[in-house]
């Protein structure tokens, strides 16, 4: 008879052992694992019946264009078109299990999410979708972001820039942004300077910023308080605060209409940024069809100049709170060009560019 090896039996009886202890393991837990009711719930496979999307928006696209626009934001025909763009991003194929919710839906829901900043709940019960399905669609964490932009005369944004703490420094988040580098790179797509009207200098064109940002030749701040005493200086900043109000109008226009901007996001940094960056699109491709009466931006909701030039706040100022103030991006070190041009802007603002509402 061969001699029994004790060792490998002992390891054989403990390897036996273990199994054992894993098969009990696993039963404990599958008979904890709480048995999910139902694969759908009842209310969600009524979504084509009584879900916002099959039902309201129905109503609201057939009987009440002006009400479809305050729900969704847009016109019918703006979302139709809208929805034809991103269609190849964001349609679902169904299956012989279950039809998948269209492209028209998905985008319906992500615009009312946009629209009211609500959580995930509430479309939820309105669309008739579940929630993790709209976590999907608009995916979720909180962090602080920084969002800086720069507009033309008709709000709508010319570059954006959309960062985070962490990522970047305080300091860091200007310098990163296109705009950024753009300003520090030499200006070479800016159109050259020209002689300002009523035989004024020769100036560059340039940016319009408050005090939190650096001072360049082709990036205009406020002189600092202790030297805004001089008239000229003074009259400077007035006037370069009234040209501010462009980028505040697009900043406030766009938070009005697309709430979720005002409440905290609870989504990882990464989807906050892209929940950002499509308030700013969505924003720029309904301000193209102008200020238009019962569209996205109405002549009064913006400010507006009056007939003696003095400022008339737009509706937006009412629905939303004043913008926080940008912290600082830079030193207050400058060149003396970037010094030199500014005087120039001061000098002929109080001069031959004078105009009778910047004394008032």
């Not at 084509?48 to 002006?66: C, E, T």
């Amino acid at each position: 008879m061969a001699p029994i090896n004790t060792r490998a039996l002992a390891e054989l009886e403990e390897i036996h052992a273990q199994n054992e202890l894993i098969v009990v393991y696993s039963i404990a837990r599958r008979r904890r694992r709480r048995q999910r009711r139902v694969w759908v719930r009842q209310v969600f496979l009524d979504r084509a019946v009584d879900g916002d999307f099959h039902n309201l928006l129905v109503k609201l696209r057939l009987g009440d264009a002006a009400m479809f626009l305050n729900f969704m934001r847009m016109s019918p025909q703006q979302f139709d078109f809208l929805e034809n763009l991103v269609r190849p991003l964001i349609e679902v194929r169904s299956t012989h299990l279950r039809s998948a919710i269209s492209s028209a839906e998905r985008l319906a829901i992500t615009l009312r999410f946009l629209a009211t900043g609500n959580s995930f709940q509430s479309p939820s019960y309105s669309f008739r979708v579940g929630k993790s399905t709209i976590s999907q669609l608009v995916p979720k964490q909180g962090f602080s972001i920084n969002l800086m932009a720069s507009c033309d005369a008709s709000y709508k944004f010319t570059s954006v820039y959309i960062g985070y703490y962490g990522r970047e420094s305080d300091g860091g988040v200007f310098a990163a942004s296109q705009l950024g580098i753009f300003v520090d790179n030499g200006h070479k797509n800016l159109p050259a300077p020209f002689a300002l009207p009523n035989g004024g200098p020769v100036l560059p064109y340039v940016f319009v910023a408050d005090d939190a940002f650096p001072l360049k030749t082709n990036l205009m701040k406020p002189y600092p308080g202790t030297q805004a005493a001089n008239s000229a200086k003074r009259i400077y900043n007035y006037r370069l605060s009234r040209a501010r109000r462009c980028v505040e109008n697009a900043f406030g226009v766009m938070c009005a209409r697309w709430r979720v901007l005002r409440n905290r996001m609870s989504l990882l940094p990464d989807n906050a940024v892209l929940v950002v960056a499509a308030c700013c699109c969505l924003h720029n491709f309904l301000m193209q069809e102008g200020r238009q009466v019962g569209g996205y931006c109405p002549p009064q909701f913006a400010d507006t100049t009056g007939s003696s030039g003095e400022l008339i706040s737009g509706d937006w100022r009412n629905s939303t709170p004043p913008l926080p103030q940008a912290y600082r991006q830079g030193s207050n070190t400058y060149s003396r060009r970037a010094a030199d041009v500014r005087d120039s802007f001061a000098s002929y603002f109080h001069g031959p560019g004078a105009v009778p509402w910047q004394f008032t």
